[in-house]
């Protein structure tokens, strides 16, 4: 009854805390988001809607600069200026005189300002003196008298450049058509530019630059965010040089939210009605050709949809802790007595003998130390118990299981021996010593009178193993070069320690095959009466991946669960009968893969008399 109660109580404040910290997160969240990220998303636009004029302002000055190239020939002859400058009043002529015939000049220059912008549509160039129109349009050049054409108006009492609103192209009151090209279907916007005579402030010609908005929609776009804005730019007089999804191109804004503040070059302001519903952001541009402004309206819609989406998120993350309130309250009020159970069956298993025991409870509070304090005493004994007697059960173990094999291979040993015998009778020498060998190896491995043999024995051992692999693979394709050093060669070593590493020559090695394969054995004591065996072969090496996977292998502790001797059992065999101190070395170069095993001599006289007691 207890139990339930505490139980039905710690369910009851972990839903209070959990539903009251997650209501308020909510609705603080959503507020302060909200505001965050209008601040975010004002400063953000400004950022854009600045560096959009920026770029606006470099657009028009590029388009300035290529139209006052005109005047860079103006001390020539010849030039596109003094082309111009040359033309005169046919009436003020005297009877009889020739106007000179510049076409081809003005038509190349014409031809070389359309080249220097791709975005270039048309080129208008009218001559005041003889009310000429030149029109260069794709590359065609038209040229004609052309008294419909009226000149670029006055303001404020001179003729200045202006950037003309979009609108659809048209030919300039020319009547000479284009092949192939149907007029009024292309939005453009130009650029005037009256020519003077200089140093006078009298106009001779009126330059009109017609763009296509490709360039204009491209620095219109670095300005958006999403597609549910929308971005104007307007001229002084309000009519739109773009517009996104051009509705309003060509024509003047009467919404409401066009008329922006006096006075201000750039700013924001929100607008809320039935024609849109968000923030209005606008700056001012003045260039040398165009005065206007760029306005950008962000609606609330694109503007609050990531608060909407938090408050969704946090809502929801709500709920699942609401369910996981309700689980947690019942888990750890089980919680509290599953540790308890734990350490009374770990107690019980130490009382029956088990000291290798151990307590699955990794907790951090007064549980698990008590649990990890019971563990370290219990294995602290079992140490102190086991070492003593570790290398004693080994031994025993090794020659149990020799004990055990021994039986059959006499008999298979005996037989080889009569068989070597009879192939000397048949004058078959070759094959006496391959059985020799194998018997030899046989003998070897089955005998039992003690774990160590001197060094000499083991090398004799793989020699045998050699010679049996040589005969497979070939006599020319397999040499084995053994130099051992005299002194070296009577010292004690653990038996089949060459063994497994020669093995792992033909098994990785010579995996694919041998030819001119050579396996270097060396051993030598070197200065610190350490005993260094060296083992070397030409074969296909190893590989990197490989080869740190096999270096881990080594250094673990536990057993690996790999079947069979191997590199990892030679050094356990090392550690466990000679010294603590061996290592076993794996270098690996561009061919073959060198193996060194390093034995310390000065702790095996205490290690025999160990095994001798």
Same mark, same amino acid.
């Given at each position: 009854?207890?139990?339930?109660?505490?139980?039905?109580?710690?369910?009851?404040?972990?839903?209070?805390?959990a539903?009251?910290p997650?209501?308020?997160s909510?609705?603080?969240s !959503?507020?302060y988001?909200?505001?965050?990220?209008?601040?975010q998303?004002?400063?953000?636009n400004r950022?854009?809607l600045?560096?959009?004029?920026? =770029?606006?302002?470099?657009?028009?000055?590029?388009?300035?600069q290529?139209?006052?190239?005109?005047y860079?020939?103006?001390?020539?002859?010849s030039?596109f200026?003094?082309?111009?400058? *040359?033309?005169?009043?046919?009436?003020?002529l005297?009877k009889?005189?020739?106007q000179?015939?510049n076409?081809?000049i003005?038509?190349?220059?014409?031809?070389?300002?359309?080249l220097?912008?791709?975005n270039?549509?048309?080129?208008?160039?009218y001559v005041?003196?003889n009310?000429?129109? =030149?029109?260069?349009?794709q590359?065609?050049?038209?040229?004609?008298?052309?008294?419909?054409?009226?000149?670029?108006p006055?303001q404020?009492?001179?003729?200045?450049?202006f950037?003309?609103?979009?609108?659809?192209?048209?030919?300039y009151?020319m009547?000479?058509g284009f092949? =192939?090209f149907?007029?009024?279907a292309?939005?453009v916007?130009?650029?005037?530019?009256?020519?003077y005579?200089?140093p006078?402030?009298?106009?001779?010609?009126?330059?009109?630059?017609?763009?296509?908005l490709?360039?204009l929609?491209?620095?219109a776009?670095?300005? !958006?965010?999403?597609?549910?804005?929308?971005?104007?730019?307007?001229?002084?007089?309000?009519k739109?040089?773009?517009?996104?999804?051009?509705?309003w191109?060509?024509?003047?804004?009467?919404?409401g939210?066009?008329k922006?503040?006096?006075?201000?070059?750039?700013?924001?302001f929100?607008?809320? =009605?039935?024609e849109?519903?968000?923030?209005?952001?606008?700056?001012?541009i003045?260039s040398?050709?165009?005065?206007?402004?760029?306005i950008?309206?962000?609606p609330?819609?694109?503007l609050?949809?990531?608060?909407?989406?938090?408050?969704?998120?946090n809502?929801?993350i709500?709920v699942?802790?609401l369910?996981?309130a309700?689980?947690a309250g019942?888990?750890?009020s089980i919680?509290?007595?599953?540790?308890?159970?734990?350490l009374i069956?770990?107690t019980?298993?130490?009382?029956i003998?088990?000291?290798d025991? *151990?307590?699955?409870l990794v907790?951090?509070?007064?549980?698990?130390?008590?649990a990890?304090?019971i563990?370290?005493?219990?294995?602290t004994?079992n140490?102190?118990?086991?070492?003593?007697?570790?290398?004693e059960?080994?031994?025993?173990?090794?020659?149990?299981k020799?004990l055990?094999?021994?039986v059959?291979?006499h008999f298979?040993?005996?037989?080889l021996?009569?068989?070597a015998?009879l192939?000397l009778?048949?004058?078959?020498p070759?094959?006496?010593?391959?059985?020799?060998?194998l018997?030899?190896?046989m003998?070897?491995?089955?005998?039992?009178?003690?774990?160590q043999?001197?060094?000499q024995?083991e090398i004799?051992?793989v020699q045998?193993?050699?010679?049996l692999?040589?005969?497979?693979?070939?006599?020319?394709?397999l040499?084995m070069?053994?130099?051992?050093?005299?002194?070296a *060669?009577?010292i004690f070593?653990?038996?089949?320690?060459l063994q497994?590493?020669?093995e792992?020559?033909?098994?990785?090695?010579?995996?694919?095959?041998?030819k001119?394969?050579?396996?270097t054995?060396?051993?030598?004591?070197?200065?610190?009466g350490?005993?260094i065996?060296?083992?070397?072969?030409?074969?296909?090496?190893?590989p990197?991946?490989?080869?740190?996977?096999?270096?881990?292998?080594?250094?673990r502790t536990?057993h690996?669960g790999?079947?069979?001797?191997g590199?990892?059992n030679v050094?356990a065999r090392?550690r466990?009968q000679?010294?603590?101190?061996?290592?076993?070395?794996?270098?690996?170069?561009?061919y073959g893969?060198?193996v060194?095993?390093?034995?310390?001599?000065d702790?095996?006289a205490?290690?025999k008399?160990e095994?001798?007691?």
């Amino acid at each position: 009854m207890f139990k339930h109660s505490i139980r039905n109580r710690l369910m009851a404040l972990v839903l209070l805390a959990a539903v009251i910290p997650a209501g308020v997160s909510v609705i603080f969240s !959503y507020l302060y988001t909200k505001q965050s990220v209008t601040e975010q998303s004002v400063g953000q636009n400004r950022k854009l809607l600045a560096l959009g004029a920026a =770029n606006l302002d470099n657009y028009f000055q590029g388009i300035d600069q290529r139209a006052l190239s005109i005047y860079s020939g103006i001390n020539v002859q010849s030039s596109f200026y003094t082309s111009i400058l *040359s033309v005169k009043n046919p009436n003020a002529l005297p009877k009889g005189t020739v106007q000179p015939d510049n076409r081809n000049i003005v038509s190349t220059q014409l031809y070389n300002l359309f080249l220097s912008d791709r975005n270039i549509f048309q080129i208008h160039l009218y001559v005041r003196a003889n009310k000429q129109s =030149n029109t260069l349009l794709q590359g065609q050049f038209r040229r004609e008298y052309n008294p419909r054409y009226t000149p670029l108006p006055n303001q404020g009492g001179s003729v200045r450049p202006f950037v003309e609103a979009t609108h659809m192209d048209h030919q300039y009151g020319m009547k000479s058509g284009f092949p =192939n090209f149907k007029a009024g279907a292309t939005p453009v916007f130009s650029a005037h530019y009256p020519i003077y005579r200089t140093p006078s402030h009298e106009v001779i010609a009126d330059l009109s630059l017609d763009f296509r908005l490709t360039e204009l929609e491209a620095i219109a776009k670095s300005m !958006y965010n999403s597609d549910t804005e929308r971005l104007y730019i307007v001229d002084e007089q309000g009519k739109v040089l773009y517009a996104s999804g051009g509705k309003w191109i060509g024509k003047p804004i009467e919404a409401g939210w066009s008329k922006l503040p006096q006075g201000a070059s750039s700013g924001h302001f929100s607008w809320n =009605n039935k024609e849109f519903k968000g923030i209005i952001m606008y700056r001012h541009i003045d260039s040398a050709i165009f005065k206007g402004n760029i306005i950008k309206l962000v609606p609330y819609e694109d503007l609050y949809r990531d608060a909407r989406t938090i408050s969704r998120i946090n809502t929801g993350i709500g709920v699942l802790f609401l369910i996981i309130a309700g689980i947690a309250g019942i888990l750890i009020s089980i919680g509290f007595t599953r540790p308890i159970k734990k350490l009374i069956s770990y107690t019980q298993k130490v009382q029956i003998g088990q000291l290798d025991a *151990s307590v699955d409870l990794v907790r951090e509070d007064e549980f698990g130390v008590l649990a990890r304090k019971i563990t370290d005493m219990t294995r602290t004994i079992n140490d102190l118990i086991l070492q003593e007697y570790r290398l004693e059960i080994a031994n025993k173990t090794s020659q149990l299981k020799m004990l055990q094999a021994q039986v059959n291979p006499h008999f298979l040993y005996n037989a080889l021996q009569s068989i070597a015998t009879l192939s000397l009778r048949y004058n078959a020498p070759k094959i006496y010593d391959l059985i020799y060998s194998l018997g030899s190896m046989m003998r070897y491995s089955m005998t039992t009178d003690g774990n160590q043999v001197t060094l000499q024995d083991e090398i004799e051992h793989v020699q045998n193993y050699a010679a049996l692999q040589r005969e497979r693979f070939g006599e020319e394709n397999l040499r084995m070069d053994v130099d051992i050093e005299e002194r070296a *060669s009577g010292i004690f070593v653990p038996k089949m320690i060459l063994q497994p590493l020669v093995e792992n020559i033909f098994k990785h090695g010579f995996r694919d095959g041998i030819k001119d394969g050579v396996i270097t054995i060396s051993g030598k004591l070197d200065a610190n009466g350490r005993l260094i065996i060296m083992v070397r072969d030409n074969g296909k090496g190893i590989p990197d991946v490989r080869l740190k996977k096999v270096r881990e292998c080594l250094e673990r502790t536990e057993h690996s669960g790999e079947d069979g001797i191997g590199l990892r059992n030679v050094l356990a065999r090392l550690r466990l009968q000679i010294s603590e101190r061996s290592q076993l070395l794996i270098q690996a170069g561009e061919y073959g893969v060198e193996v060194v095993l390093i034995i310390p001599l000065d702790d095996t006289a205490g290690r025999k008399e160990e095994r001798a007691e």
